[in-house]
């Protein structure tokens, strides 16, 4: 008996597939579409994937001012963070965030569902939000993946 072929294969830095995606934002609901690219960022779609190393894509998100949130969203969720002083609590609304910096909402969106330890902030790294449909990556030739059929 060839014990052998049951050895498990662990993914590291040398072996690993990385590939650019593109994913189109426009009309997806904001925490779907950042549960799917988390899971794409993480590599928990390819069959060598290895918990504790890097083995997912780079991926490129487009056009995130057209991203759509569910129910009363837009009008009652804000985002908070603290200075670091007393009293120094603010607060920012989801309208205001998408007039500023669009591209914030869906970075925070995706951020929270990373791993919160040094991978998830080496997975975080190769993800780059565009608020348009213009992005600087395009030397890369990143394949759009649509999101409708990825699971």
């Known amino acids: ?6 050895k498990t294969v662990s993914a590291n830095k040398a072996t690993v597939d990385k590939q650019w995606l593109l994913v189109n934002a426009e009309g997806e609901t904001l925490g779907r579409m950042a549960s799917k690219v988390a899971k794409l960022l993480r590599g928990k779609h390819k069959p060598n994937f290895t918990p504790h190393v890097d083995c997912g894509d780079n991926v490129v ?4 001012e057209k991203i759509n949130l569910s129910g009363n969203k837009w009008d009652d969720k804000t985002y908070l963070r603290y200075t670091g002083y ?3 609590q603010r607060s920012t ?3 205001e965030m998408l007039e500023k910096n669009p591209g914030r909402i869906v970075e925070k969106a995706i951020k929270g569902m990373l791993p919160k330890n040094k991978l998830g902030a ?3 790294r190769n993800l780059k939000v565009y608020a348009g449909a213009e992005h600087d990556q395009t030397a ?6 649509n999101l409708k059929e990825f699971k």
């Open 61 to 64: 998100v487009i056009n995130a």
């Open 93 to 95: 609304s989801v309208k």
């Open 140 to 145: 890369q030739k990143p394949t759009e993946i």
């Open 122 to 124: 080496d997975l975080f």
């Open 86 to 88: 007393p009293g120094g």
């Open 1 to 6: 008996m060839d014990t052998l072929s049951y």
